[in-house]
C-alpha cells in the first residue's frame, strides 16, 4: 500500500473516532456514487453532516484544509445532496464539515470547520 493512502486511512479512522467522541454517530464512511466518494457521513444529535477529511503528514506544505477550494466545496455539496436523495433525507438537513489533521508522531492534531458550504 502506498504511504499516502495509508496515511489517508489513518486519518479517516482518527476522524472517525474524534466524532464519535463528541457523541456523533457514523452512518456511512466511504460513500461512492458515479460523481464521486464522501469520506464520512455522520448524525450529530441534530442532523446529518457529510465531513471532507484532509490527512497530511506534516504542516510542511500547508494547512490540510486549504484543499478544500470554492469547487471541491461545490462539489461536496452536490454529493451531499446526491446522498441525502439516496437515503430519504432533505438534502437542505445535510450539513458539510471538514477535518484538517496533521500527524503529529503518535495521532493527529485534528482542526474541525462546521458548515464550510
Do not use: Q
Not at 30 to 40: A, K, T, V, Y
Not at 78 to 86: D, E, F, K, T, Y
Amino acid at each position: 500500500m502506498k504511504a499516502h493512502i495509508g496515511l489517508g486511512r489513518r486519518g479517516e479512522d482518527a476522524a472517525a473516532g474524534y466524532l464519535t467522541g463528541l457523541g456523533w454517530t457514523i452512518i456511512e464512511r466511504n460513500w461512492r456514487c458515479p460523481e464521486g466518494e464522501l469520506d464520512i457521513v455522520a448524525h450529530d444529535g441534530r442532523g446529518h453532516v457529510v465531513c471532507e477529511v484532509k490527512t497530511r503528514g506534516s504542516d510542511r506544505f500547508g494547512d490540510p484544509l486549504e484543499a478544500i477550494t470554492a469547487d471541491k466545496a461545490a462539489r461536496l455539496r452536490r454529493l451531499a445532496w446526491r446522498w441525502a436523495a439516496a437515503n430519504g433525507v432533505g438534502g437542505t438537513r445535510v450539513r458539510v464539515d471538514a477535518l484538517g489533521l496533521v500527524s503529529d508522531g503518535d495521532g493527529f492534531s485534528i482542526d474541525h470547520l462546521r458548515e464550510v458550504c
